[in-house]
């Protein structure tokens, strides 16, 4: 069992940066992928960015990338993801989730484990 607990979430402007934390409890953190989710009303959940156990890979949706960086620090037993150039289409609840695959795996109905969720909201 793994608990996740994000942070960081709030309001920024457009073109402003923000930083997510998700922190991690239970079992070991170095044994999942992990990744960032977000939704916005009216929509399904979407995948944004993961990275895999060691932090060697990462992988973004195309919305987000250039943008957006998904780091971790398994030491802390922390996932980050940092925000850039935020446009209001940004706006949404940001989930963090975790996976036991060796796969970066961008299907949310395959990730195993999940945080109640911060809300961004990007005002334009």
């Known amino acids: 069992q793994v608990q996740l607990v994000e942070s960081g979430g709030g309001l920024v402007q457009a073109g402003g940066s923000l930083r997510l934390s998700c922190a991690a409890s239970?079992?070991?953190?170095?044994?999942?992928?992990m990744g960032w989710f977000r939704q916005a009303p009216g929509t399904e959940r979407e995948f944004v960015a993961a990275?895999?156990?060691?932090?060697?890979?990462?992988y973004y949706a195309d919305s987000v990338k250039g943008r957006f960086t998904i780091s971790r620090d398994n030491a802390k037993n922390t996932v980050y993801l940092q925000m850039n150039s935020l446009k209001p289409e940004d706006t949404a609840v940001y989930y963090c989730?975790?996976?036991?695959?060796?796969?970066?795996?961008?299907?949310?109905?395959?990730?195993?484990?999940w945080g109640q969720g911060t809300q961004v909201t990007v005002s334009s």
């Open positions: 989730a975790a996976d036991p695959s060796l796969v970066l795996r961008v299907v949310v109905t395959l990730w195993d484990y």
């Open positions: 239970g079992r070991t953190f170095s044994s999942y992928a």
């Open positions: 990275i895999s156990r060691s932090g060697a890979r990462t």
